[in-house]
C-alpha cells in the first residue's frame, strides 16, 4: 500500500502512523485505546509505537538529562541522547511532522489538526523537567505546539491530547453520519446548545423551533445560535469569522 494515499482516499488510505519519543511511553496510548480512538486503533487505522529516551542514552547511569548552562532550577533533556532517538524514529523519506509538545509553541487549533490528519501521521516528542536542549530544536528544525498557555509536568498528556483530536478526523473513526463539520471552530463559530430526552425537565423544555420539526428552521435557528454564543464568549473567533462574512 501507497504511503502516499490521503483522506480523500478512504478505501485504500494507509494506516495513519504515529512514533512518540517518552520518559514514560507506557502512557502510550492511555485512553486512546478506549472508545472510538481505541476501536479505531485495533482497526489499524492508526498505529502508534512508543520509544523510550532513555535507551539512547550512554553511560552506567543512563542520564538523558543534565543541570541548564547558565544556572538556574532544574533539568534539562540533552540534545544528544534526543538526537539519537530522533534518528532511530526517522526512517529516511519519512514525511511525517516531528513535533515537540511545548508551552512555547504554536497553539494548536482545529485548522492545524486537520492538516495533520491529512498527512502520513506524526512523530512527537514530549519534554519533561524544564524542556529539552534548544540546539536540538535549532538542529533538527522541529515544529513546536503548544494546547494551551499553562504548564504541564510533561509532554505525555499534551500529546495524548494532541492525537485523540486527530484520530476521531481520520475516515471511518466517527462513522460516515458525522463529519464533523458542524462542530466548534470548523467554521470560526461555537457550537449551538444541544437539547435531548425527556422533553420536559425541572419544567424546561427544549426551544420551540427544534420541536417543530422544520429542518429550514431549525438550521436557521442553530447558526443564530452559534453567532450569539460565539459574539458573546469568543470575541477573538467572532472577528475572525465577522470579517470573512
Ligand atoms: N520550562 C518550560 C516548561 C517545561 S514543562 C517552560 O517554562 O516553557 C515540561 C514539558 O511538558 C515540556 O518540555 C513540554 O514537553 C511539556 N508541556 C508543558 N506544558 C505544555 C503545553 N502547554 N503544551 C504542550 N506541552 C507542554
Known amino acids: 500500500m501507497s504511503q502516499n494515499n490521503k483522506n480523500s482516499d478512504n478505501n485504500t488510505r494507509s494506516t495513519w502512523r504515529v512514533d512518540v519519543m517518552s520518559l514514560y511511553p507506557e502512557m502510550f496510548p492511555g485512553s486512546l485505546g478506549l472508545s472510538i480512538a481505541g476501536r479505531a486503533l485495533e482497526n489499524n487505522i492508526w498505529s502508534i509505537n512508543g520509544t523510550q529516551i532513555r535507551d539512547f542514552a550512554e553511560g552506567k547511569h543512563k542520564n538523558v538529562d543534565d543541570t ?28 511525517r511532522p516531528l513535533i515537540y509538545l511545548s508551552p512555547r509553541g504554536k497553539m494548536l487549533d482545529q485548522k492545524r489538526v486537520r492538516e495533520l490528519c491529512d498527512g502520513d501521521g506524526i512523530i512527537l516528542l514530549c519534554g519533561r523537567f524544564e524542556g529539552v536542549d534548544q540546539r536540538l530544536l535549532d538542529h533538527k528544525n522541529i515544529e513546536e505546539i503548544s494546547i494551551g498557555d499553562y504548564i504541564l509536568s510533561g509532554g505525555e498528556v499534551a500529546a495524548l491530547t494532541l492525537l485523540d483530536a486527530c484520530v476521531r478526523l481520520l475516515p471511518e473513526v466517527m ?32 426551544p420551540e423551533v427544534l420541536r417543530s420539526g422544520d429542518h429550514g428552521k431549525i438550521a436557521k435557528w442553530r447558526k443564530a445560535q ?20
Open 226 to 245: 452559534a453567532e450569539k454564543i460565539t459574539k458573546a464568549k469568543r470575541p477573538d473567533l467572532w472577528a475572525k469569522y465577522d470579517a470573512k462574512h
Open 68 to 95: 541548564p548552562t547558565g544556572g538556574g532550577a532544574g533539568m534539562v533533556l540533552r540534545a544528544d541522547v534526543l538526537a539519537k532517538c530522533i534518528d532511530a524514529v526517522q526512517q529516511p523519506g519519512d514525511t
Open 175 to 206: 462513522g460516515s453520519k458525522h463529519s464533523g463539520d458542524d462542530e466548534s471552530f470548523e467554521n470560526d463559530l461555537l457550537e449551538y446548545p444541544h437539547y435531548t430526552k425527556p422533553r420536559v425537565w425541572q419544567g424546561l423544555e427544549a
